[in-house]
């Protein structure tokens, strides 16, 4: 049995967040712009998911399914919230902010941007880039008429890439859309690779200097916007207990 899936789209992209951290490092005096960019920012990530989607050719986006893993989700949320709680100005609070505390609220925006009705998930935690597209084999395996927007994003702020031990603050998203190689050719859909399943190792065997969960996915994005890439290419990433990986193969 052919255990491979086809991609037809992918894109990747920066989410510059330098604004947002600046914001929060100013304080009160800098509140409104914290709630302009904690809806921004959001935005920008769907705006990337759509790159993706048109990218398919595929004329029919509404039952596509979407799962999305981030190291860090909204957290950089709850520091805006945490920081106004302690110094006790509870009424500056935005509630149309904690529409955004959720870290499925980006998954949400993303379905609710691009009209997808299928299913939907999102996954947090290192390594949540490889489990977010282990999660969209297994949805294609059930279900292989109903293609799969799998991607990750990473609003890591000054606090948890310190914690995460990241070089500097990371924002970040990619995507990628999976289909059933049979639907992919009877659409006569462009495959521009095959992938092969997502499988556990070592987590030391899979540990890399980059803490994103968009790092693997934005790595499988540009390889298969170059040309003179190699034509396999294999992703890893490390959770806390286990490590991930899998091999594409570029075609054409």
Avoid at 106 to 126: D, K, N, P, Q
Wanted: with cysteine; aromatic share 6%.
């Amino acid at each position: 049995m052919d255990d491979t899936f086809a991609i037809t789209a992918a894109a990747s992209g920066e989410v510059d967040a330098a604004d947002l951290w600046r914001a929060l490092a100013d304080g009160a005096d800098a509140w409104r712009d914290v709630n302009k960019w904690t809806q921004e920012l959001p935005e920008r990530v769907a705006e990337l998911a759509g790159h993706a989607l048109d990218g398919t050719g595929d004329t029919e986006p509404g039952d596509i399914s979407c799962v999305i893993g981030s190291v860090y989700g909204s957290g950089h949320v709850a520091e805006t919230i945490r920081a106004r709680l302690d110094s006790g100005a509870r009424t500056s609070l935005a509630p149309e902010s904690f529409l955004y505390f959720n870290a499925h609220g980006v998954t949400s925006l993303i379905c609710l941007r691009h009209r997808l009705s299928g299913f939907c998930a999102t996954l947090l935690g290192s390594g949540a880039g490889l489990q977010a597209l282990a999660v969209a084999q297994r949805r294609l395996r059930t279900a292989p008429g109903t293609p799969v927007l799998c991607g990750a994003y990473d609003l890591l702020s000054p606090a948890a890439t310190r914690a995460l031990g990241g070089v500097r603050p990371a924002g970040w998203a990619a995507f990628v859309v999976l289909e059933s190689a049979e639907r992919a050719r009877r659409r006569g859909a462009r495959v521009l690779a095959r992938i092969g399943p997502v499988r556990t190792c070592a987590p030391t065997a899979a540990r890399t200097a980059d803490v994103r969960a968009s790092a693997p996915l934005a790595e499988l994005a540009a390889a298969l916007a170059d040309d003179t890439a190699a034509p396999a290419l294999t992703l890893t990433a490390a959770g806390s207990r286990h490590g991930y990986r899998c091999t594409a193969h570029k075609e054409g």
